[in-house]
């Protein structure tokens, strides 16, 4: 299993982080922050992973990213350092360790530069993803966001069979269930994926 110190070397800032943080266990599709909740902690997840997902006021969702171990959210990153409520929903996709860094550690860890370097890096890889997702809403037909999306989920949980129901999809597609379920009949005579009840197995990569 992982710990904080295999994403980290300075053993000085290990020391730190595990002096401050806690450790949080969720378990499958369990959600770890809401839109709109105070944020008092940064996420740095070890084990598992969480789907970020952003959500409006009507609560109509799109899908964003994934994090994955020895990642965090640049969007809470951003939201706290401004002051700002959560904009995004985390959700486990399977069971997840994350550990919980409190709001005021960020600007104090600046001192070490493998911190710095760490935020950098979060802020560099999510804003690549979220032009990613700007490129496929904008540039692509819906098939192309669902093949992705299930790409993705599939990615995150290691596995081809994915436990989810069309509705859901529809939900963080920001579109009706009757589309995907139209969608996922094509790519099935197409032999991209089989169809099951509440299961979707991809045949391809």
Known sequence: MNTISTF???????????KYS?????????????TGDTIQFIP?????????????????????????PGQTCAMALNCCQSGKKSMVKAIAEDTTEIALIPVQ???????????RSF?????????????QVIDLIAFHNLDKQLLNYL???????NTKALYVTHQEIADELHTHR???S?????MEEKKMVVLGRNTIELLTD
């Open 182 to 186: 139209r969608l996922l009949r094509t």
């Open 22 to 34: 806690r450790l949080k266990k969720l378990n499958k599709d369990d959600v770890l922050m809401e």
């Open 44 to 68: 740095v997840v070890q084990n598992g992973v969480l789907r970020i997902v952003r959500q409006d006021s009507d609560g109509k969702e799109v899908f964003l990213y994934h994090l994955y």
């Open 8 to 18: 980290f070397k300075d053993t000085q800032l290990v020391a730190e982080i595990e």
């Open 105 to 115: 550690q960020i600007e104090e860890w600046f001192k070490y530069p493998e911190w």
């Open 178 to 180: 009757e589309v995907v």
């Open 151 to 157: 790409q993705q989920r599939a990615r995150a949980v």
């Open 119 to 131: 935020i950098n890096i979060t802020y560099g890889t999510r804003f690549t993803e979220l032009l």
